[in-house]
């Protein structure tokens, strides 16, 4: 039996600065990266938006790609999996009033966006610029409002789940479909995991795959602040692989 290292990264602010391409030299670097590991990506964004900030050619060289946490799934080109369940209209309603009570005045639209097997919201829009986004991330700093609706939002639907991610969103899925429910793909006696990801904190997209890896001793979790340090990471650590 051989043990084979296994490298799963998130992408948003982990290998691309936030809801922006990834960087073109880093790129090269991670191709190369891509030819010589078993490498995964898993990412609260869809398809499309995975495919924008990464490009096609990245997106394919992974083994698998697990968008919407992990509730569509492909190989390059070819579907694998796509969840079919829809946030229920109690849990929309509420999240509206929520939108409607917030103290933050930016409003930008495409507040609620729906992915397969998910939901994204954000207060201040999906449809911000960069200067709206950095806005909002100092507000939220100050006021801790994304933690807030997310325990709120729990607290409220037992059967579902809020996780913080990204810079100003977080995502909603049926509860225990995280990005977790990955792990099922790996086998526990024979691949060491080696997660990256940038929100491995407790309220964070990233915590429930940390979680499950530390609890059951499955490899090792990179908590990055952004690209570089990714890729610093990689550099110094792993490149004998390449």
Not at 11 to 20: C, E, F, I, Q, W
Not at 32 to 59: A, H
Not at 68 to 94: F, M, Q, R
Not at 143 to 149: A, D, G, T, Y
Request: hydrophobic share 35%.
């Amino acid at each position: 039996m051989t043990i084979v290292n296994r490298f799963i990264f998130d992408v948003d602010g982990t290998l691309t600065p936030s809801r922006a391409k990834i960087d073109d030299e880093f790129a090269l670097f991670f191709l190369d990266f891509c030819k010589y590991n078993y490498v995964y990506l898993v990412t609260g964004s869809d398809k499309p938006k995975t495919v924008e900030q990464i490009g096609n050619r990245l997106y394919g060289k992974a083994q698998r790609v697990y968008n919407c946490s992990g509730a569509d799934v492909y190989e390059g080109t070819k579907n694998i999996h796509t969840s079919d369940w829809i946030l229920p209209k109690e849990a929309h309603n509420w999240l509206e009033n929520v939108l409607d009570k917030s103290k933050y005045p930016t409003r930008t639209g495409n507040h609620i966006e729906y992915r397969p097997g998910m939901v994204n919201f954000s207060v201040v829009g999906r449809g911000a610029t960069i200067k709206q986004r950095a806005d909002y991330v100092t507000y939220d700093r100050e006021f801790n409002e994304r933690n807030k609706i997310a325990r709120d939002f729990n607290n409220y639907f037992p059967r579902l789940q809020a996780v913080v991610g990204g810079e100003t969103g977080m995502d909603i899925f049926q509860k225990g479909y995280d990005k977790s429910q990955i792990i099922t793909d790996f086998d526990q006696h024979l691949d060491i995991i080696h997660f990256f990801g940038d929100r491995m904190d407790k309220d964070g997209n990233d915590y429930p795959l940390k979680k499950v890896i530390i609890d059951n001793d499955l490899g090792h979790c990179y908590n990055v602040k952004d690209y570089k340090e990714t890729w610093k990471i990689l550099k110094d650590e792993f490149t004998w692989d390449i």
